[in-house]
DNA sequence: CGTTAGCAGTCGGCGGTTGCGAGTGCTAAA
DNA sequence: TTTAGCACTCGCAACCGCCGACTGCTAACG
């Protein structure tokens, strides 16, 4: 059977309910809700019809209707109307926009805060850290027991770390930068070959008691779980929805939640530049959950992702919309900044 | 009325197990619990005593015994057992001590990490910034468009901060780095008079272009939020509890746990050295809940806490012992290594 | 005077019943 | 093809009575 069109505006029709309500949708509320005016027999037909097309299911026979997971896909695939940005939240995203974007990670932490607030949905920010090149390399003396390390790599990200090492010397530091540098520049971490570490060793001569120490700092740094960080804010949200009521559906999410690596690896993996949107019975997500990401590229890496989580009829329109303001605004500063500063 | 050692066994039974239970005790299992042979309508007339004194209280007439937050109290205060860590808790602890402490945030969280799974509650992990005296201030050449601040505290920290300002050279940083230093070493953030940023503006010459950037960087390293961190971990774990399978109570538990600042401000005023436990209608906890925590210091200063939230009657035994053994030990290797790593 | 047995009273929780109302599917007529 | 009408289904909330756990009280005992 076919997706006429009148199917489709009763179909838009139950969804936008649904999202509002999260209760089953009868067929009577939907007349007054269509342009077209039909009885609400007819509607039952229809309704009746997408059930069997797998757009709608009742939870119980004396129900009105809920949308699948695959007749949500097809509202936020196309049915689904534009959202205009508020006022008030495009002043509150561009004055988040407005920080320096050195900070990127705080950057994004905070952003997952103010878009719980708006969007009254748990939002989620990861930050990866990619598999970057060494661009520059740098010992810094702290004292005669310690100095800082600190990498700069090909994305303009600095990275530093405190080395503990015995008998450290400006001199000695001086002679290990050259040889880190020279032996490491444009090199990822998967690509730091023993001949390389053995390299570095040679030319950093009476430094040389540094170089491992430095080395397993530089490997830290640039490892997979490095600077992986996950920030989840307003968890407390996900408890206003009736989906959630249940305990154990609320666990089965904050669960997911705790996941905090399998999250930065799922939601940098989605496409960049448009929403990713995630359901239950798609993915991992749990049950009634939906997540929609965007991932932040940074000439063409991802290196981190924000997103919110919520019931799977949340309010796409607006999630998706601030998101998008977000994730493109930041993409573009990322790049912009990263272009301007990278002319050495 | 006297609270007798015959009143104290009886309580602590009651404790015990309501906090195996979570449910009412009644007279006539505490009978076979306490070393005194009794009969429960003694037991009775004890606990009816106990009622009017204020430590415990009955949910409705017909029902057994519940200790009220006083009860609890005495019970953590004096009647309570102490635990042994079993070998495996141990050998957990003890790697995690391992960690290096440079990384002092990243263990501070893997420990949360550790200890929701250890005791099954869940754990919370915050990270403070000290009043910190500066130390040392170094700028280091990144680009021309851009320097790293790098600053050392007082306590042995090091904090930096990417800086963005036009035309650096390596010439104006050393001598930016030199009148930074001579200027602020000693002072704390709030110490930071006009008179000092004159006297750094003054003495930096032809890099004084980039003494503003450089103060706002290094106001933001000591500033109040500037790093300030914390971790919740294993929130699935609260929901597991049957006093938060009402759905109202456990969000008003996840409210707290969003006040991330407030948290820090809270679990960092407590007593070091010894469990700090504050239960609901102490303090502003929520109803049903109590948390324990033992705050993290450095020679005197407080720079961060590790604690546990969980229902009014968690295991405070087994939960104060993992956290004395992890609090005690890095408190003990932090200000080992600060002394160690002080005398220039 | 402390302790104990016994008994009446209280009350929450559980299982079964009932009535209500929303919403459906079907049928027959327009 | 659409519509009106009707019988039917079923979740839900309210209600009821029963059971069991536990208490408070009283009276007797050592």
Same mark, same amino acid.
């Given at each position: 059977m076919e997706l006429t069109d009148r199917k489709k505006r009763i179909l838009k029709s139950i969804v936008d309910e649904y999202i509002k309500s999260g209760e089953p949708v009868g067929s009577k509320y939907i007349t007054s809700q269509i342009p077209d005016s039909l009885s609400s027999a007819t509607v039952r037909n229809e309704m009746s019809d997408l059930e069997s097309m797998g757009y709608l299911?009742?939870?119980?026979?004396?129900a009105g209707r809920v949308p699948t997971t695959k007749g949500m896909r097809t509202y936020v695939e196309g049915l689904m109307e534009g959202y205009k940005l508020s006022l008030e939240e495009l002043s509150v995203l561009n004055e988040l926009l407005d920080f320096k974007v050195g900070e990127f990670g705080k950057l994004l932490s905070e952003a997952a805060r103010v878009?719980?607030?708006?969007?009254?949905?748990? %939002?989620?920010?990861?930050? /990866? $850290?990619?598999?970057?090149?060494?661009? /520059?390399?740098?010992? #810094?003396?702290?004292?005669?027991?310690?100095?800082?390390?600190?990498?700069r790599c090909s994305d303009g990200q600095v990275k530093t770390k405190t080395v503990f090492a015995p008998d450290c010397t400006e001199e000695k530091l001086r002679t290990l930068s050259r040889?880190? +540098?020279?032996?490491?520049?444009?090199?990822? %971490?998967? +690509?730091?070959?023993? *001949? %390389?570490?053995?390299?570095?060793?040679?030319a950093a001569g009476d430094a040389g008691g540094l170089v491992n120490p430095a080395l397993r700092a530089v490997n830290e740094l640039l490892g997979a779980e490095a600077e992986e960080d996950v920030q989840v804010r307003g968890i407390n949200k996900l408890l206003?929805? $009736?989906?959630?009521?249940?305990?154990?559906?609320? /666990?089965?999410?904050?669960? #997911?939640? +705790?996941?905090?690596h399998a999250l930065v690896e799922r939601l940098t993996e989605g496409m960049p530049g448009r929403p990713n949107i995630v359901m239950s019975g798609e993915g991992l997500t749990p049950e009634d959950a939906s997540v929609v990401?965007?991932?932040? *590229?940074?000439?063409?890496?991802?290196?981190?992702?924000?997103?919110?989580?919520?019931?799977?009829?949340?309010?796409? /329109?607006? #999630?998706?919309?601030?998101?998008?303001?977000? %994730?493109?605004?930041l993409t573009e500063e990322l790049n912009g900044k990263e272009e301007g500063g990278n002319d050495k």
């Open positions: 299911k009742q939870p119980h026979s004396s878009m719980s607030h708006i969007t009254n949905y748990t %939002a989620i920010s990861v930050l /990866k $850290p990619p598999a970057e090149r060494i661009d /520059k390399v740098k010992a #810094v003396y702290i004292d005669e027991g310690s100095f800082l390390l600190i990498l040889s880190l +540098e020279e032996g490491l520049a444009g090199l990822t %971490a998967a +690509e730091i070959s023993l *001949t %390389a570490v053995l390299d570095v060793s040679e206003s929805y $009736p989906e959630f009521y249940d305990v154990n559906k609320a /666990k089965s999410v904050l669960e #997911v939640l +705790e996941q905090k990401f965007y991932p932040i *590229t940074v000439s063409g890496q991802t290196v981190g992702a924000i997103g919110v989580i919520g019931p799977k009829r949340m309010d796409y /329109k607006k #999630v998706i919309a601030n998101l998008e303001y977000f %994730a493109s605004g």
